[in-house]
């Protein structure tokens, strides 16, 4: 059985940074994605950033593009994204989550989903 589990999530002033860490554990084959999602309140679900296992192509929101930027370690099967001059916007609950095949910004295309961890940017 696949699992996620995210943590680094916390309470960070505007402008300050943050590197978010997504433990994979179970078997997803050897062409996979793993995505960043994240929910506001009284938003609906947005992808963030995504990585594909094979080739390591990556995908980012306009939204964090410059800012944001998602990584591997595969020999730990960790994802991470790290998250530099964050804004109160940001704030939300970050998930990860995996998907077989190429990755997606959609996250409804993906199976496996991890609890999520809160990230609150201050003013």
């Known amino acids: 059985e696949v699992q996620l589990v995210e943590s680094g999530g916390g309470l960070v002033q505007a402008g300050g940074s943050l590197n978010l860490s997504c433990s994979i554990s179970?078997?997803?084959?050897?062409?996979?994605?793993i995505g960043w999602f994240r929910q506001a309140p009284g938003k609906e679900l947005e992808g963030v950033s995504c990585?594909?296992?094979?080739?390591?192509?990556?995908y980012y929101a306009d939204s964090v593009k410059g800012r944001f930027t998602i990584s591997r370690d595969t020999a730990n099967n960790t994802v991470y994204l790290q998250m530099n001059n964050l804004k109160p916007e940001d704030t939300a609950v970050y998930y990860c989550a995996a998907k077989r095949g190429r990755y997606s910004p959609s996250p409804y295309e993906y199976e496996y989903w991890g609890r999520g961890t809160q990230v609150t940017v201050s003013s």
């Open positions: 990585i594909r296992s094979r080739g390591g192509t990556t």
């Open positions: 179970g078997y997803l084959g050897d062409d996979y994605a």
